[in-house]
């Protein structure tokens, strides 16, 4: 009998396994992109907020606010 055995489903990759394989990879790399685009956007909040506190204080040594001014923003800055 030629060719007895060497069907679709008998191949290793083949059937069900081999159909629904490639989107689950697809849609876990999908996942984690996800999943890290939302670690990094948490560290530039954080980071945007230490960068006006530096602002702030750089602003309040040069002179250019008083302490009252300085002590309103640092709390405007501290609750956001």
Excluded: C, T
């Excluded at 948490?42 to 002179?63: K, P, T, W, Y």
């Excluded at 009252?68 to 956001?80: A, F, G, V």
């Amino acid at each position: 009998m030629m060719g007895y055995g060497y069907g679709y489903g008998n191949n290793m990759m083949g059937g069900w396994f081999g159909v629904m394989i490639i989107p689950i990879i697809l849609i876990g790399v999908a996942i984690f992109f996800f999943y890290r685009k939302g670690q990094n956007n948490n560290v530039n909040d954080e980071g945007a907020r230490d960068n006006s506190l530096d602002i702030l204080n750089e602003r309040f040594a040069r002179g250019e606010i008083n302490e009252d001014e300085y002590n309103q923003r640092k709390n405007i800055l501290s609750k956001h």
